[in-house]
């Protein structure tokens, strides 16, 4: 299972960055996907990244966003910028089980405990 960390109270305006570890290097061919659930919502795709780069970035978090990966370190990361109230989420990684960069999050497994972000003035 993969592991998150990085989730903050952040100023609207501020960033984060999150991470997405596990120890288990099979999954650095892997589509790795971000997603994220606010409270009384469901889950939201936010991003994806497969063979290094960048497969989509949900249109809330679009030209503000940017995932990376470094697999010497078996970790996916999540820069967010400009945060608003409304990125205020839980934020889970997960594996893309057929390996196509999906949104579809029944499409994901090995899901960590999620890293909760709160955006507030």
């Known amino acids: 299972h993969f592991e998150e960390s990085g989730g903050d109270f952040v100023r609207p305006g501020g960033p984060v960055r999150l991470s997405c570890t596990t120890s288990?290097?099979?999954?650095?061919?892997?589509?790795i996907g971000w997603f994220r659930q606010a409270p009384g919502q469901g889950h939201e795709a936010v991003s994806c990244i497969r063979d290094g780069e960048m497969r989509f970035y949900a249109a809330s978090v679009r030209g503000r966003s940017t995932i990376s990966r470094d697999n010497t370190k078996n970790a996916v990361y999540l820069q967010m910028n400009d945060l608003k109230q409304e990125d205020t989420a839980v934020y889970y990684c997960?594996?893309?089980?057929?390996?196509?960069?999906?949104?579809?999050?029944?499409?994901?497994?090995?899901w960590g405990r999620g890293t909760q972000v709160t955006v507030s003035s």
């Open positions: 997960a594996a893309d089980r057929q390996n196509v960069a999906t949104r579809r999050h029944a499409d994901y497994e090995y």
């Open positions: 288990d290097s099979r999954f650095s061919r892997a589509s």
